[in-house]
């Protein structure tokens, strides 16, 4: 009883951590589709619609200093210089997605949040989907494996079945 109660506890948390990694990612393509699309000339650019992009923007970059923050919300004085070069970039008419090339080809594909589907990627990419299918098999195998305990049977004694009877007449 008890290693199934972890046994179920471990495979509630590998499906909790698949789910958290599948709704990260979607959060990430949302924000993405909500991008603005790029002005093709600087001088059509205002201040704010360039803020806008980097903020846009800079909140799929990763900060290289704090990993665990967006390059948006990093106080860093590398993420402060990297916004600077993204609003220059953004000034100077690039696009994101020539941006964030120019990123990944100075600090690897560690910068961006969604690394670009490749083959050092791939385990980044299908490895929760690897986690809920082995989740999934091995709740399987579990239940298929666990057999109905054999229940003795157990012989009525003649006598205090006799007096049961005779008690309930």
Avoid at 4 to 29: M, P, Q, R, T, V
Avoid at 67 to 94: C, F, M, T, W, Y
Wanted: aromatic share 6%.
């Amino acid at each position: 009883m008890r290693c199934h109660s972890s046994f179920s506890l471990n495979l509630a948390a590998i499906l909790l951590a698949a789910l958290g990694f599948l709704s990260s990612s979607a959060h990430a393509e949302s924000a993405a589709s909500q991008a603005k699309p790029v002005a093709s000339a600087t001088s059509s650019l205002s201040d704010t619609q360039v803020e806008e992009r980097l903020h846009l923007l800079s909140a799929e970059l990763r900060c290289l200093v704090c990993q665990n923050e967006s390059l948006a919300s990093s106080r860093a004085p590398l993420a402060e210089d990297l916004r600077r070069e993204v609003r220059e970039q953004i000034r100077s008419g690039k696009s994101n997605p020539q941006i964030v090339s120019y990123l990944t080809d100075r600090y690897g594909d560690f910068v961006t949040y969604r690394p670009p589907w490749s083959g050092k990627t791939l385990l980044l990419w299908l490895g929760p989907l690897l986690l809920l299918i082995l989740a999934v098999g091995m709740f399987i195998k579990g239940v298929l494996k666990k057999k109905p305990k054999d229940i003795p049977a157990i012989e009525p004694d003649a006598d205090e079945l006799a007096r049961l009877r005779q008690e309930f007449k």
